[in-house]
């Protein structure tokens, strides 16, 4: 296969759990699952897939539930955490992927850091981009680190320390 060859971007649509996921992928390697912010679908990763699949992984971008070429369930409660998270479970199966690198972008950060939390087997390493960790935004949120309101430039427990 030619270096040109792995870069080139392949599309199907696999059953997974109770919706059919269009799923976007590139390159051969060890496996890199890249989920989407809002509004947003897999072409948002398309230049880092480019990039990645040329530094020998295999990207794996799918629409996320309710996203793009991804089934649309209507119930609300069909969005919630836990089929996210099955979700992404269920398309690491579908594509005979064991355990892969996990990158959640925006809102997708929640499912990304919930399947490392739930299914920690599947996930090689968690990259979270975009939001800040679930430490400081509790901090931010509640004030319990004693240094409330933190502010952009200090963090939330900058001055503590």
Known sequence: MTRR?????????LPVG?????VAQAGQGPPVVML????????????????LAGSGYRTI???????GATSRPA??????????????????????????????HDWSAQIAWACAQLHSERVDALAIL????THVHRHRQHGTCGNWPATASTGCCASNG
């Not at 060859?5 to 649509?13: C, D, E, F, G, P």
């Not at 989407?36 to 990039?51: F, V």
């Open 5 to 13: 060859a792995s870069h080139r971007i392949s599309h199907r649509t």
């Open 130 to 133: 975009g939001v800040p960790t």
């Open 36 to 51: 989407h912010g809002c509004p947003e679908l897999w072409y948002s990763w398309r230049h880092q897939m480019a990039a």
């Open 75 to 104: 119930e609300i409660k069909a969005y919630g955490r836990a089929r996210m998270v099955a979700d992404v479970t269920g398309l690491l199966d579908s594509l005979g992927v064991g355990s892969a690198t996990l990158v959640g």
């Open 61 to 67: 971008a799918p629409d996320l539930r309710g996203y």
């Open 18 to 22: 109770d919706i059919d996921v269009h």
